[in-house]
């Protein structure tokens, strides 16, 4: 049974930073691409970033480039997302998701989801 479980959420004030974790309990976890999707109240959920299997390659949403960096450690089965010069714009649920799509943007193409962790951004 696969289980992604987010951690590092909380409320900071604008200009701080975040890092939230992704742990996998899953096989292989190299072989997944993993992602960040990130949902603010009464908007859809939209991605964030996402890193491929080996953790060398990436794609960001155009809204968090430059502030946020996505990682991961194959060894510790756990996905990063750093978040720096946070903005209340921010502020949303953040899910992470495992996919064997290259480099995925869209959520169906996720096959594995985390029950999020709330980030709240004050002004």
């Known amino acids: 049974q696969v289980q992604l479980v987010e951690s590092g959420g909380g409320l900071v004030q604008t200009g701080g930073s975040l890092r939230l974790s992704c742990a996998a309990s899953?096989?292989?976890?190299?072989?997944?691409?993993m992602g960040w999707f990130r949902q603010a109240p009464g908007k859809e959920r939209e991605f964030v970033a996402v890193?491929?299997?080996?953790?060398?390659?990436?794609r960001y949403a155009d809204s968090v480039k430059g502030r946020f960096t996505i990682s991961r450690d194959n060894g510790k089965n756990t996905a990063y997302l750093e978040m720096n010069s946070l903005i209340p714009e921010d502020t949303a649920v953040y899910y992470c998701?495992?996919?064997?799509?290259?480099?995925?943007?869209?959520?169906?193409?996720?096959?594995?989801w985390g029950q999020g962790t709330q980030v709240t951004v004050s002004s």
């Open positions: 998701a495992a996919t064997t799509v290259q480099l995925a943007t869209v959520m169906n193409a996720y096959h594995y």
């Open positions: 899953m096989r292989a976890f190299s072989v997944y691409d």
């Open positions: 890193v491929n299997g080996s953790g060398r390659s990436t």
